[in-house]
């Protein structure tokens, strides 16, 4: 996709996002903060549950917000407000890039994993995974 090649700034705090990774995720250093390729979300999410494995595209319903939108890292356009098991977070339907602040990945494996020791481990999994170099 196009935003692979652009600069990627941070929708949270306009830093630039690390793009060192070969990975489909790009970490803000400055907020702790991360976009991911919601092809990638849909596959780390499938390997943390199991039964949340699909074959369709990521759904992630719209949610109602006062707060002005987050503006999205590759294409500058505003992102949509949505949500995934009940987290609130920014989605760019155009580059199919998810946003989530730094508390909201935890907060989305809080949401899906109902086991407090398997939580402990995928946050620590999971962070290794969007966030290493
Ligand atoms: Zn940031
Ligand atoms: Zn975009």
């Known amino acids: ?48 549950v199991p039964s949340l494995a699909t074959a369709d595209k990521l759904v992630t319903p719209a949610r109602t917000t006062t707060d002005r939108a987050l503006i999205c890292a590759a294409c500058g356009q505003p992102m949509r407000a949505v949500e995934l098991h009940g987290v609130a977070l920014d989605r760019c339907y155009r580059d199919e890039l998810i946003w989530f602040d730094a508390a909201e990945l935890d907060e989305l494996l809080d949401a899906v994993i109902e086991d407090a020791e398997a939580r402990r481990s995928w946050h620590q999994k999971l962070r290794d995974l969007l966030f290493a170099n």
Do not use: F, H, I, N
Not at 10 to 24: I, M
């Open 1 to 48: 996709m196009t935003y692979r090649d652009q600069l990627l700034s941070c929708p949270r705090c306009a830093k630039p996002l690390d793009r060192r990774a070969q990975r489909e995720s790009w970490p803000c250093p400055a907020c702790g903060g991360v976009a991911v390729d919601s092809e990638e979300l849909s596959r780390l999410l499938a390997r943390v």
